[in-house]
């Protein structure tokens, strides 16, 4: 029996460790800066929480100054926080195509995309022409003792007065993989077949979750600091108690083996 029971449980690790989360950013995320005259600047930063546990694991990054590209500078940055990295090489955050692996051979010590300066030019591998450029950018990121491997596919902007980075999804796993991997035709198959509905919403206390997916899922709530303030196990339709819940915006995570669904919820009291 303990042969039996230690076989089972290490067949559920293996299982645990090949499991691959994806997410798809909708809309797509926009960290985005204009300068609208040659004497201005400005900058933003958006915050990255992928695994939705509390703690910010990269944050994106975008500035400008100056509005000519004779003077000034402007930078689209990809920037991992605590131990967390990125796949560089000498000049930058590689861009990736899909199907290229992510190793663990990952660095942090530049977290350039693409970059302008007036005293060396352009640099970074997401440059080509002040176009927008697309690509995947390979992370790996700790969830308290737990690594991860993922990529992030981003949309990169730098011209003479406007600097940017788009997240449009990404995924991760405790397992090595490759850019692209978990958005195959047949995940985002399953993944627009499942819908969920949230009411009432605006919601005071109580409020239903309702889902044609039969199987148990996980939702998680997170308040507008990233702060998961619920989990629970649901399938189906199931009424969640909102009361202890203060007024404000909650954003809603509802994941399972057909991928992970992003509602909003507002409480009003």
């Not at 990125?86 to 955050?93: D, K, M, Q």
Request: aromatic share 10%.
């Amino acid at each position: 029996m303990k042969k039996l029971l230690a076989f089972l449980f290490l067949a559920f690790c293996l299982n645990t460790k090949a499991q691959l989360v994806y997410v798809d950013v909708n809309p797509d995320s926009c960290t985005c800066v204009t300068s609208t005259s040659p004497t201005s600047s400005d900058s933003a930063v958006t915050y990255w929480d992928l695994d939705h546990d509390g703690i910010y694991d990269f944050k994106t990054e975008a500035g400008t100054y100056m509005s000519d590209c004779m003077h000034g500078s402007e930078v689209a940055t990809l920037i991992p926080l605590a131990n967390n990295q990125t796949a560089y090489s000498s000049g930058g955050i590689l861009r990736l195509n899909s199907g290229d692996t992510i190793n663990n051979q990952l660095m942090s010590i530049d977290n350039r995309l693409e970059y302008f300066s007036e005293f060396s030019g352009w640099s970074g591998f997401w440059h080509n022409a002040n176009l927008n450029v697309n690509g995947f950018a390979g992370i790996k990121f700790y969830s308290g003792s737990t690594l991860y491997y993922g990529w992030m596919q981003l949309v990169v902007v730098t011209t003479c007065e406007r600097a940017s980075v788009t997240v449009k999804d990404y995924a991760y796993s405790t397992s090595l993989i490759t850019a692209n991997e978990g958005s195959t035709a047949s995940i985002q198959k399953n993944k627009a077949q499942q819908t969920v509905s949230i009411y009432p919403n605006p919601a005071q206390n109580n409020f239903t979750i309702e889902t044609n997916n039969a199987e148990k899922q996980t939702l998680q709530l997170f308040d507008v600091t990233g702060k998961q303030v619920l989990t629970q196990t649901i399938n189906g339709t199931t009424t969640i108690d909102g009361s202890k819940l203060a007024e404000g915006v909650y954003y809603i995570s509802i994941s399972s083996n057909a991928g992970v669904v992003n509602k909003k919820l507002v409480i009003v009291k």
